[in-house]
């Protein structure tokens, strides 16, 4: 009867974090270094020009005492959100100046990053300030026409995110060792 206990317990424990059995946990710290070296690798030193959109620091501040679901999902999110930005569907938006192969694989990156979080997480509506601060980021590129120092100040912005969303990452990687160590003190 314990043995079935046990296995319930572990399988409910198991069920109820899924982001923390998550296999593209291993795997995001290469991809996000290499991402964040594509970025600064697209065009030439970065712009000091201010954005017209508030960077969302609150937002990450929130995530970070979040669910671990939450916040992979909050990552998948900005990472797709992120690649919405570099392709433009908008016809009236010339691309980057900068649209290389590395930009390419700057895309390819960001989609294997998001294709790797789908099975992470439940499938629930985008977190609205989120949506609202990349729609003005879009915006912002729609009214120069794509002109080289918006494209700029989008890839300042996408570093920024970037970094942001290591160190929400690195707060998951603490919950999953936190976890593991609480497990194997029992």
Known sequence: MLTWTLVL??????????????????????YSNWTLV??????????????????????????RSAKVDDRLLFIRDSLDLISGLFEPADPSVSLPPWQTDRSQDFLLLLHRQTDG?????????????????????????????????SWELIRR????HLLQLDLLFASIRGSAAAS??????R
């Open 117 to 149: 979080l789908k099975p992470c997480v439940a499938e629930r509506k985008r977190e609205r300030r989120l949506r609202r601060y990349y729609r003005k980021l879009r915006k912002t590129l729609q009214k120069t026409g794509g002109a080289a120092a």
């Open 38 to 63: 594509l970025v600064e690798q697209l065009g030439g030193p970065m712009t000091e020009q201010e954005s017209p959109v508030s960077f969302p620091y609150r937002l990450y501040e929130q995530m």
């Open 9 to 30: 317990f572990f399988f409910c424990s198991a069920a109820a974090t899924p982001g923390l059995r998550c296999d593209w946990l291993e795997h995001y710290g290469h």
């Open 157 to 160: 912005e996408t570093k920024s």
């Open 180 to 185: 593991r160590g609480r497990s194997a003190a």
